[in-house]
């Protein structure tokens, strides 16, 4: 009896039909002769990929068209959420989101983002323009998708959200900075120096609101807790607060004081 197979049971034969060049992208299996999409992105606690069925006409669609087949990923992708790792996927929601998603028109299948829970993160870091994205245009954004994940491109956007949704504007000079320090993505970071990840021409500006801020709090040190190798909080009162600093280094910047992270 192969290992791990169980009693009385008989194992489904599967046969890979459809299968893109990224690995994580749903594929297109045969499974005791019935078409299934299979997702790895969303198993269960076993590790096992989830499937649903499919017909041949959407098999047909998921071929010749990646656009339909990333938006139909990003909108199953919730309902693997649900089922969480032990719970079963909901086979019938995601059935019902195959027609409108595959074979609809591209205002319908617009509106029925509309009214659904979908991964937005799937969609930009495959290529999606993320100004026709916002203004519901999901079809259209997806013209120019790509295999190919560039999840930084995804995390460069929520970060940007973040920012937007503390009122936090970033102009060119103070994300060439965040870039610099490598701390665009997560203000949380340990700076660092990259200017390779710096537009070349604002380079040398980045240098200089460097070496002034540096040179302005040169012996400043921000103090930490004894007991437990804290910082002191912005207003603390052993050793130096990061408000001094930061007031400092804006004062002779000839910048406002603020957070951009």
């Known amino acids: ?13 599967r046969e890979m039909v459809f299968t893109r060049n990224s690995g994580w992208i749903p594929n297109v299996i045969r499974e005791d002769g019935e078409l299934k999409l299979m997702l790895g992105a969303g198993a269960d606690a076993n590790h096992d990929p989830r ?3 499919i ?27 649900d089922a969480g790792t032990r719970g ?18 591209p205002a319908d299948t617009d509106a029925l983002f509309q009214r659904i829970r979908w991964d937005r993160s799937r969609l930009i870091s495959h290529g999606a323009d993320i ?12 013209r120019a998708a790509t295999e190919t994940s560039d999840g930084k491109r995804a995390q460069e956007y929520h970060a940007g959200r973040r920012r937007a949704e503390r009122g936090a504007v970033l102009g060119p000079l103070d994300a060439a900075i965040l870039r610099y320090t490598g701390q665009y993505l ?16 604002l380079l040398p500006e980045v240098m200089q609101v460097i070496a002034t801020a540096e040179q302005a709090c040169a012996g400043m040190r921000i103090g930490r807790d004894p007991r437990r190798g804290n910082p002191a909080p912005r207003t603390g009162s052993t050793g ?16 406002p004081r603020c957070s951009t992270t």
């Open 1 to 13: 009896m192969p290992a791990g197979a169980v009693r009385g049971k008989t194992e489904s034969v």
């Open 51 to 53: 499937t649903f069925s």
């Open 55 to 81: 017909s041949e006409a959407h098999l047909a669609l998921i071929r010749e068209d990646l656009a339909r087949h990333l938006l139909l990923w990003s909108a199953v992708l919730p309902l693997c959420d």
């Open 88 to 105: 079963r996927l909901d086979e019938n929601a995601a059935v019902a989101l195959l027609d409108p998603i595959l074979l609809a028109a």
């Open 131 to 142: 100004g026709l994205l916002e203004r519901g245009q999901v079809c259209a954004s997806m």
């Open 186 to 201: 997560h203000g949380a970071t340990v700076p660092r120096r990259m200017p390779d990840a710096v537009d070349p021409e």
């Open 240 to 255: 130096i607060g990061w408000n001094p600093v930061s007031s400092t280094i804006s004062t002779a910047s000839g910048s």
